[in-house]
């Protein structure tokens, strides 16, 4: 983009949800207001959303989702962006990038929109526009035991997010994250190890962000999203950036080995301790209450109805009334 036009979307974006005058913006560049408007008409033509009301002036209402714009910060965990505007699944394209070159790390497939994503046990993952849909290739140096805490990982940076735009967000085991007991966020892992040794790994991540409750309600969901919990659309690409930002912090805590602090952490905000609980595993259902996480190994403690203490690794948990 030229200088002045970077001038103008800099102009509109400090004044986010607001009108501002071609006058005051011409007067403030030292350009004319026809060279504005031809500058506002070539924004809207490369994606951007602007408002333009006679007598009001222009207001931006959206940014072009551009992911790509990651590898411009200061982050080391995405080292290469694919952006696809759909696809059927983040976490199928993801995985034929690994399985053609087993080389490759920090690698970030995100869309727009996925016509099959993925939940866990092989549940349809909903993902319309105005979500954040991914998958990132991640070789941690940790032995396959361990892979189970990137839920903790990644759910902790999802809720401190939500938090930082005045979110109640809260930690569901073993990897949602919850506002009011509706679904907001869900994480899911998939991995190729052998015996001792973790060859890589995919992490999968859906937020819903602007998101319509009648969609929820079409489909039937419990669950929520940023912009009906505020009350207006929130900016994609800022979204995404302090995510990834907050991902950083939280990866280099594990990496480093400070798992415990990172399951402290998550205690503090998650919504199933202290709760009575339904873990459901491949063979068998268990009911109780949950105590706590270990947070050596990211276990589940539970204890049943014949003060039976149980320690769960994975399984669907369900909120039950006491």
Known sequence: MENNTLKVLEILKQNYGKFVSGEKIARLLKISRVAVYKI??????????????????????????????LLKENISIVKQVYFYKSVNSTMDVAKEIVEKNNDVENVLVIAET???????LKRQWFSPKGGIWFSLILRPNVTPDKIFQLNY??????????????????????????????KICGILIEADVEVDRLNWCIVGVGINVNINRKFFLRHNLQATSLSEILGGNVDLNEFLRNFFKELEIQCNKFISGRVQEIVYLWSKICSTLGRKVKIVTIDKEIVGKALKIL?????????????EIKRISFGDCLHLRS
């Not at 959303?49 to 931006?60: A, D, F, R, S, W």
């Not at 990982?153 to 007991?181: G, M």
Request: charged content about 30%; glycine content about 6%.
């Open 40 to 69: 506002v008409k070539n924004l809207i033509a490369e994606g951007y959303k602007i408002k333009k009301v006679k007598n009001l002036g222009y207001k931006i209402i959206n940014f072009p989702f551009s992911p790509q714009d």
């Open 114 to 120: 996925q016509t099959k994503g993925k939940g866990r």
């Open 295 to 307: 947070p050596q190994t990211g276990e589940l403690m539970i204890k049943t109805s014949s003060n």
């Open 153 to 182: 990982v990644f759910s902790l940076a999802v809720a401190n997010t939500l938090r930082k735009y005045s979110i109640d967000a809260k930690t569901k085991w073993p990897n949602d994250v919850v506002v009011d007991d509706k």
